[in-house]
Nanobody, 115 residues
Framework: QVQLVESGGGLVQAGGSLRLSCAASGSIFSGNVMGWYRQAPGKQRELVAA???????NYADSVKGRFTVSRDNAGNTVYLQMNSLKPEDTAVYYCNLKQRWEDYWGRGTQVTVSS
């Protein structure tokens, strides 16, 4: 089994920054992909950013140039640095790990951006 624990959410004013962290534990295999999804009220969950074990990244168009995803393979931790936050970034952010055709999710952390 895999456990994912997020931290770092909160309330911030528009234009501000937050950094999310997600620590993975359990049966972690090489070649996985870690990333972040978000879900706003009344909307579907969407990919924000993802990073492979070799550092290849993928971003949603809406966050390109503002968010940066990174990871520490030794610690099985993934980060999301969020800058220039906008009210439309308000959502619950979920950590995700994909490996061996399985998807694992954290419980989510709330990010609220006030205008």
């Amino acid at each position: 089994q895999v456990q994912l624990v997020e931290s770092g959410g909160g309330l911030v004013q528009a234009g501000g920054s937050l950094r999310l962290s997600c620590a993975a534990s359990g049966s972690i295999f090489s070649g996985n992909v870690m990333g972040w999804y978000r879900q706003a009220p009344g909307k579907q969950r969407e990919l924000v950013a993802a990073i492979t074990s070799v550092g290849t990244t993928n971003y949603a168009d809406s966050v390109k140039g503002r968010f940066t995803v990174s990871r520490d393979n030794a610690g099985n931790t993934v980060y999301l640095q969020m800058n220039s936050l906008k009210p439309e970034d308000t959502a619950v952010y979920y950590c995700n790990l994909k490996q061996r055709w399985e998807d694992y999710w954290g419980r989510g952390t709330q990010v609220t951006v006030s205008s």
